[in-house]
């Protein structure tokens, strides 16, 4: 219901301001509102990859003017007309954005503020370049004699009608991005980039998108902006006024919001207007630094984020089941019925798949089968390579050599994603939610990406909510992560990875620091994930649990596979013993 | 293209290698913070530009020796670089939140500058800026060399301190796993705000030398800022001797290009460069 109010609302109030012009008012408000938009469009377009996915970009200065010299050079020296320049200047702007991105998305680690440096770095040498070339080579450009478009009754209304054109524009597209599956995606890699990746989210390719999204739009408003101050220096267009002002309003009027920056737009260019007027032009930046600094220091969620948290009702938290570990109160499983369901088929065969990491031989030529329908108990000692084999075959790690055939398949090598679409679900030992999203919406993104994929956030949804009755935490839907306690956070694993539907789910450790009661669920509730159809590895310490899950374990010593068989009789193999107890000296 | 002559390029590998020393040395304090304390400065080029200010409004009005201003420019700008750190650490800001306060903080400095002493160029009249020592058809201008010196004593300093001392250990202990070294008894708080203190006083000195071999102006910091990051990364982060030697290698890269082609283009050196380092050696970093 709200949601679809926005986009009218954004609408109408386009229309209502397209009217101004006809009031026939001093040029000084046209003015005033022109910059008003223009920051609206900068700020919001900033916004979309920086404020949603978290990669801050402190080159907004650089797609602008790379906007605002490929406009100037169409019109003024090739004589476009000044429209046709527009499209062009976006595309331009997007261009030199992706390249950008291609470079620094491809650095694992410090992602992000590697890339908030070459941004910067990437503006002067712009500025370089431009200043150089015959584009500008340094006295600067006139505009002057480019025919404005005759939109409205005068120039600057024309302009301000244009800018308006792009604000409206870039606000509806903020908003769709805000509310679709890929913003979705871009949100999961603000909050854990690795796990997005496992839920499928194709981060490398969303980000680049976000920012040819954002760098589009920042070039629209620098061609716009070419006409307006239709005298170009470099030293004008390439400096820190954009991308500082830009991040400050985008802060202070909350960057998760689609609106956030908008609003911050508006406040600070009355602020900015209000305070230095035009004597003063030197302070205003000082000014936009102190209100940066201090937005950062107290109020680092932005304006929009305090309404929202007001609005809403806190829902209170039951106070966490405290853990209560008794090694004592043993419990009593039931032993599984075999070959219920399992056939010998296999849907995942991995051959000699091997992994180290700098000399350490963390998995070595480790060959095995899982077969439909069965639960595989995977074991080992600590460091013995079992969170390795997880995470080479989810593709969080690229495996060295070997292969891992899923349903004829060979996915060893894919990026995560991809795996993930292909059917391989995985949990995490320590619980990797998405800490700013509902656990509904944790599960709808994998419902939304990972196995089939579903194309709606309404069917995400949809399908996240059954999971979460499957695994009992429906009650728990429109709660944050931290309102989660061990336990539901690690069910919540488990209905983010069984929203994707996958063929094979990789467990690793789901029942450690759980007490007996919850572990006791948390068995029933694998069994029941078994009984629907899907195979199962499970990585386990607990023994009791292991006995009486699995069809079949694998145990693992020092990389490489020790043992394979019915449980019962492989965990009585002298060698098992040794890896598990040491040797005995009896 | 016409190529220079053998006894140009040689005084421009030498201006690079002098150049590269500016590098280093404001590459070591941002590279050391960056490492070590995991906070990305951009304020490091606000201090330093203040600071070679300073030297210039000292030396202008109280006709002071430039070396003499380092007495009281180098305290004042470790106070500055432990407040800044203190803030940081009393609220508790991600390293992206800190980066952004420091952005905030380049902002003002600018203004500042601006402020005071205008957005055009000062240049620095100091009684070194006219002596040159000749080594047979080159010369070696004093402040670069003074240049050179300081650098290479910091860096060598810096190397004992963090390989050699209980300090540089605890230092390097904390930034590999903080909660480990705090449940050693390391001081975690006195010794970050001593690090954030020392690479302010390392800003410090760098705009001293700054103030010595060129012309200032506010907007310029900006120029530095590709140049030296290029620096910290091919240098690696929290090294002590990396950033010199990757300074050099820059700064003479610069050099020749300039001589080769125009000094225009000078800035597109550090730029490609740190593509390549990027796209080569992705595992440096961090």
């Known amino acids: 219901m709200k949601l679809r109010r926005a986009p009218v609302a954004v609408l109408g109030g386009g229309l209502l301001f397209c009217a101004l012009p006809v009031l026939r008012l001093p040029a000084f408000y046209e003015s005033f509102l022109y910059l008003a938009l223009y920051w609206i469009v900068l700020a919001t377009s900033w916004n979309i990859l920086s404020g949603y996915a978290g990669y801050f970009s402190f080159g907004h200065g650089a797609f602008f003017g790379a906007g605002v010299y490929a406009s100037a050079t169409l019109a003024g020296k090739l004589k476009w007309p000044f429209l046709w320049t527009l499209p062009v200047a976006a595309l331009v702007a997007a261009a030199i954005g992706v390249g950008v991105g291609a470079v620094a998305f491809r650095v694992r680690g410090v992602r992000g503020e590697l890339f908030a440096l070459l941004t910067l770095a990437v503006t002067f040498v712009l500025a370089t370049i431009v200043a150089n070339t015959p584009i500008d080579g340094g006295p600067g450009v006139y505009l ?135 004597s003063n032009a030197v302070l205003g930046k000082g000014a936009v630094g102190l209100i940066l600094v ?293 | 293209m016409n190529l220079p002559s053998w006894t140009l390029l040689a005084q421009s590998v030498l201006s690079g290698v002098f150049t590269g020393a500016l590098y280093g040395l404001l590459g070591l304090g941002i590279g050391l913070s960056w490492g070590l304390l995991r906070t990305i400065n951009l304020a490091h080029f606000a201090f330093a530009f203040l600071s070679a200010y300073l030297c210039y409004q000292m030396v202008l009005s109280l006709h002071l020796d430039p070396m003499l201003t380092l007495l009281f420019i180098v305290p004042m700008l470790f106070l500055l670089g432990a407040g800044l750190h203190w803030l940081t650490d009393r609220f508790r800001l991600t390293p992206l939140s800190s980066l952004l306060l420091t952005f905030g903080f380049m902002g003002m400095a600018e203004s500042a500058m601006q402020w005071f002493w205008t957005a055009d160029p000062r240049q620095l009249a100091s009684s070194y800026g006219d002596q040159k020592v000749r080594l047979g058809p080159l010369f070696l201008p004093i402040p670069e060399l003074m240049t050179l010196v300081f650098a290479i004593a910091v860096t060598l300093a810096a190397y004992v301190v963090l390989r050699h001392t209980d300090l540089g250990k605890a230092l390097r202990a904390s930034a590999e796993d903080s909660p480990v070294a705090a449940s050693f008894g390391i001081n975690q708080r006195r010794n970050s705000l001593l690090l954030a203190g020392t690479c302010a006083a390392l800003a410090g000195l760098a705009g001293v030398c700054i103030a010595l071999t060129a012309s200032i102006s506010p907007s310029q910091m900006y120029a530095w800022v590709g140049v030296v990051f290029a620096t910290v990364m091919l240098g690696g982060l929290g090294s002590a001797l990396g950033p010199l030697v990757a300074g050099v290698v820059i700064g003479v890269s610069e050099a020749v290009t300039m001589a080769v082609t125009s000094p225009s283009w000078a800035p597109l050196v550090s730029f490609t460069l740190l593509i390549v380092i990027l796209l080569a050696r992705p595992g440096r970093i961090g």
């Open chain 1, 144 to 278: 002057n004699d480019v025919p404005v478009p005759a939109l409205g009754p005068t120039a600057t209304s024309s302009l301000y009608l244009m800018m308006l054109a792009a604000a409206v524009a870039t606000l509806l597209i903020s908003w769709v991005v805000r509310f679709s599956r890929f913003g979705a995606g871009l949100f999961a890699i603000h909050d854990d980039e690795d796990a997005a990746e496992v839920m499928g989210v194709p981060t490398y390719r969303w980000k680049l998108g976000a920012l040819a999204i954002s760098c589009a739009l920042a070039g629209l408003a620098g061609g716009i902006h070419a006409l307006f101050v239709s005298y170009i220096t470099t030293a004008e267009t390439f400096n820190l006024t954009v991308p500082l002002t830009v991040v400050l309003m985008s802060i202070l009027g909350g960057t998760r919001h689609w609106a956030g920056p908008a609003v911050g737009a508006v406040a600070i260019t009355v602020l900015l207007f209000a305070f230095t007027g035009s």
């Open chain 1, 294 to 586: 201090i937005g950062i220091l107290f109020m680092p969620e932005g304006v929009m984020r305090k309404f929202q948290r007001r609005g809403r009702a806190v829902v209170p938290d039951p106070p966490p089941v405290e853990a209560t570990r008794t090694e004592s109160a043993a419990v009593k499983l039931a032993p599984v019925t075999p070959g219920v369901s399992v056939s010998e088929e296999p849907v995942l065969r991995v051959r000699a798949l091997s992994k180290s990491f700098r000399g350490l031989r963390a998995l070595s030529q480790v060959t095995l089968e899982v077969r439909k329908g069965e639960i595989l108990g995977l074991l080992g000692p600590n460091g013995s390579g079992k969170s390795t084999f997880i995470n080479t075959v989810s593709g969080h790690y690229l495996p060295d050599g070997g292969e891992v055939w899923l349903d004829g398949r060979n996915i060893a090598g894919l990026p995560a994603h991809r795996i993930a679409r292909a059917g391989i679900a995985r949990t995490y030992q320590i619980p990797r939610p998405f800490m700013q999203m509902s656990v509904l919406d944790n599960v709808a993104l994998a419902a939304m990406y990972a196995g089939q994929g579903l194309r709606s956030i309404e069917a995400g949804r949809d399908e996240a909510m059954r999971w979460l009755r499957f695994t009992h935490l429906d009650g728990k839907a429109g709660v944050l992560p931290t309102g989660l306690n061990l336990h539901q956070r690690k069910f919540l694993e488990l209905a983010r990875a069984l929203a994707s539907r996958p063929k094979l789910v990789l467990l690793d450790e789901v029942l450690s620091g759980l007490t007996p009661t919850e572990t006791h669920e948390a068995v029933a509730l694998i069994r029941r994930i078994r009984d629907q159809g899907t195979s199962i590895v499970f990585v386990e310490h607990v023994m009791d649990a292991v006995m009486a899950l699995t069809d079949r374990i694998v145990v693992f010593d020092q990389g490489a596979m020790l043992a394979e068989g019915a449980p019962a009789e492989v965990m009585k193999r002298p060698a098992v013993v040794t890896a598990y107890l040491g040797v005995s000296y009896a």
